[in-house]
């Protein structure tokens, strides 16, 4: 083989190489891409004795549709609604908080809450059941609120 047949059998290597290695890290860094959404990482919601709150944010296209009774959603804990999108937890005592249930790193589901946390089981991303925040990566958003009220003993999309 003539030294000018090796350099282009080597050029032609290196270009499919180097294409497969920049789509390989275009394809990275849009997955990875964060939300850059200015919208509020929770409102609380406060159970009163005869009335309701709103959490800030938007919710699902099911308005006034109930999604549990309070008792079912744990103090210090949460629920997630997979089929609505949303998870809601009880931070405190009558204190209930929504959000989307997608994860703000790769969009997966969030799986459950334990121990304060809103837990994705995709890459680990951790959020805090209190207000949405990142408490663990590698999602660098938080969740969005999601809207939520409470009247009585139910819980319905706002």
Not at 138 to 157: N, Q, R, W, Y
């Amino acid at each position: 083989m003539t030294g000018s047949q090796e350099t282009g059998r080597l050029f032609g290597r290196r270009t499919v190489v180097a294409a497969v290695g920049a789509a390989g890290v275009a394809a990275a860094l849009t997955a990875c891409g964060g939300s850059d959404s200015d919208s509020p990482a929770g409102t609380a919601v406060d159970k009163p004795a005869g009335g309701g709150g709103e959490a800030g944010g938007s919710g699902g296209g099911d308005a006034g549709a109930v999604l549990a009774k309070t008792a079912d959603i744990p103090e210090g804990g949460g629920k997630v609604f997979a089929d609505k999108g949303l998870v809601v937890t009880q931070p405190t005592a009558g204190q209930f908080k929504a959000f989307s249930s997608k994860c703000t790193h790769q969009g997966c589901a969030v799986k459950d809450v334990a121990n304060g946390m809103i837990n994705c089981p995709c890459h680990g991303s951790m959020f805090d059941a209190t207000d949405g925040s990142v408490k663990g990566g590698p999602a660098k958003a938080p969740l969005p609120a999601a809207a939520i009220k409470v009247e009585g003993d139910s819980i319905t999309l706002a």
